[in-house]
DNA sequence: TTATATATTTGTATTATACAAGCATATAGC
DNA sequence: GCTATATGCTTGTATAATACAAATATATAA
């Protein structure tokens, strides 16, 4: 297979996958989970530490004022914390909360449960190696 | 590293290739390119011929009625045509038009080259692999 | 020939989003 | 120190994609 077709097949077989995952994350919120913004922010303020709208935004490349609504949102709901920033008065800045990790934990558990059925007829040396194709993809993955 | 973290590891960076994804796919339809629902009709018709409405929205697990809405706009478009069902008067079948191609197929360069672009420094052998990986976990993508 | 089922379209509500306006706070120039 | 400007966030408003429900046309079955 020369190189344009490999990299035909890829551009194939992400486009396909991106409808199918978005699709199911849209049915699971509905039945409680949720949605992929919130388990972004989520899993975002667990591994990093607290941030603010701002630096949310950026990092999901959205607009300042939907973040804005979001972590209202997921303050709302007690899944994350707000507090301002001593030193600057306008920032707010969010913090997961321990329900917040509960919830985040339970998703995850949820999503990587499909993905094992999904690969669970791999290799672990298969499943390695895609995982480090995909982290690298990602780390070239600018705009 | 063990099976979990393995699998952690591909759920991760698959859940970050989405939102990124999503992200370009929403700011370069804004600049005159079709948005990721058109291409996938384009890409489907093209494919695997003529469909109807209920089959296009089975294929993307949308509702029909959003289908037909998708359908008639890329008609009014010009990049695809409509025509009747000799059998069964109450069904629209859709064809791609010649547009509808070229139109596809600017699209589908334009993706092409954002991918290649990403997986430049990659190796044609694992190129090849990262596409079957991905076409196998497509393929194991049930719900 | 009428009742029921199916394919599609159209009406309506919801949701995620962007952009613009407004408000509070911070910083810079004088 | 005081006013002008910049920044961070929230809130108002518009748009677009979607689902669900109702309506319509056609097909099939009783």
Redesign the interface.
């Known amino acids: ?4 077709n ?6 194939y ?12 994350d849209n ?1 699971e919120n509905k039945i409680g989970n949720l949605e ?1 913004a919130s ?2 922010i989520l ?1 975002q303020l667990e591994e990093f530490g607290p941030a603010r709208v701002k630096e949310l935004a950026a990092s ?3 607009d300042i004022s939907t973040l804005s609504r979001q972590t209202g949102t997921l303050e709302g709901k007690g899944l994350i914390e707000r507090s301002s920033d001593p030193s600057d008065g306008r920032v707010s800045l969010f913090t997961i909360t321990e329900l917040g990790r509960e919830k985040l934990k339970a998703d ?1 558990k949820m ?2 449960a499909r ?5 669970e ?2 290799s ?1 040396k ?13 780390e ?2 600018f ?1």
Chains 1, 2 share one sequence.
């Open positions: 297979m020369n190189n344009k490999a990299v035909e097949r890829i551009e077989e992400l486009t396909t996958f991106i409808r199918r995952a978005v699709y199911i049915s992929r388990y972004l899993r999901f490349k959205l995850k999503r990587l993905y094992q059925n999904m690969l007829t791999w672990s298969e499943k390695e190696l895609f995982g480090e194709l995909l982290e690298r993809m990602n070239a993955f705009d």
